[in-house]
C-alpha cells in the first residue's frame, strides 16, 4: 500500500470494554512499532516487533495491554477492561528493517476514547 | 516516559519569518530526527541527522545537533501558513532500544 493504515480511525467505548485497533504497515517492512499519544504530549513508544515476535514491549503500561502479529504483517492491538486513562491516539508506524538507521513511517493513529 | 523536552512549548509569527525550535535529550544517541504533526494525528518525518552529523539542510529546514550539550534546534526559514502544525524531535539510543523518544513538542502557528 501507499503508507500505514490504521482502523478504526476513531473508537469509542465504555469502560470496562475490549478493544481492539489494527495496523496495516507498508508492504515489505519487517519492523512494526506501537506508540501513545496523551493529549499534549509527544508519543510514548508501547511495543515492537521485527516479523512475528515482539522484539521489545516494555514500552506496555500493564497486563490488559497486548498486541500480536501473527504473520509478520498486519498487527493488532488489544486492550481489556479499559480504563478512562487509556484514551489517547495510537499511533502505528513501519519501518523497513529493525535497524537504528532506518525511518518509521506513520499511519493516521486511531483516537480511542472511554467514556 | 519522555526522552527530551522542547523549547518553547508555543510559538506563534507572521508568515516570512524563520521560526526555530529547540530541543533537548538526555542519553547518547544514535540519531535524531524531527517530525511535524498536525492535528494531533500522524506524524510526517522531516528530517534525520546522525550523531556524527552537526548541521544538516532539507529546503527550507536546518536542523543543527550538539552533542556535547545534548541539544538540536529546528530552523524553517520563510514560514508559510502551511507549516503551522506541532513540531516533535526524536531520538534513538546508540544501543539497546530501536524505538523512538519522543520530545513534549513545539506548537507552531504560522499568522498570514
Known amino acids: 500500500g501507499a503508507g500505514v493504515s490504521q482502523t478504526p480511525s476513531n473508537k469509542v467505548t465504555e469502560k470496562g470494554k475490549y478493544v481492539e485497533l489494527r495496523c496495516d504497515p507498508i508492504s515489505g517492512h519487517t519492523a512494526l512499532y506501537w506508540y501513545r499519544q496523551s493529549l499534549g504530549q509527544g508519543p510514548e513508544f508501547l511495543i515492537y516487533f521485527q516479523g512475528t515476535g515482539a522484539a521489545d514491549d516494555s514500552g506496555l503500561p500493564n497486563d490488559r495491554f497486548f498486541a500480536v502479529r501473527p504473520e509478520g504483517s498486519v498487527s493488532t492491538l488489544k486492550i481489556q477492561r479499559t480504563e478512562r486513562g487509556d484514551s489517547a491516539v495510537y499511533l502505528c508506524?513501519?519501518?523497513?528493517?529493525?535497524?537504528?538507521?532506518?525511518?518509521?513511517?506513520f499511519g493516521p493513529g486511531t483516537r480511542l476514547t472511554v467514556l | 516516559s519522555q526522552q527530551g523536552e522542547e523549547d518553547p512549548q508555543a510559538l506563534s509569527i507572521q508568515e516570512g519569518e524563520n521560526a526555530t525550535m529547540n530541543c533537548s535529550y538526555k542519553?547518547?544517541?544514535?540519531?535524531l530526527q524531527w517530525y511535524r504533526q498536525n492535528s494531533g494525528r500522524g506524524l510526517v518525518h522531516l528530517i534525520l541527522i546522525r550523531s556524527n552529523e552537526r548541521e544538516k539542510h532539507s529546503g527550507r529546514l536546518r536542523v543543527t545537533l550538539d552533542t556535547s550539550k545534548k541539544s538540536s534546534s529546528l530552523l524553517i526559514t520563510a514560514s508559510r501558513a502551511a507549516d503551522t502544525a506541532s513540531y516533535f524531535c526524536?531520538?534513538?539510543?546508540?544501543?539497546?532500544?530501536?524505538?523512538?523518544?519522543f520530545g513534549t513538542g513545539t506548537r507552531l502557528t504560522v499568522i498570514p
Open positions: 526524536a531520538t534513538k539510543k546508540q544501543t539497546g532500544a530501536n524505538n523512538l523518544f
Open positions: 508506524a513501519s519501518s523497513l528493517r529493525l535497524d537504528l538507521r532506518d525511518e518509521q513511517f
Open positions: 542519553t547518547s544517541i544514535n540519531n
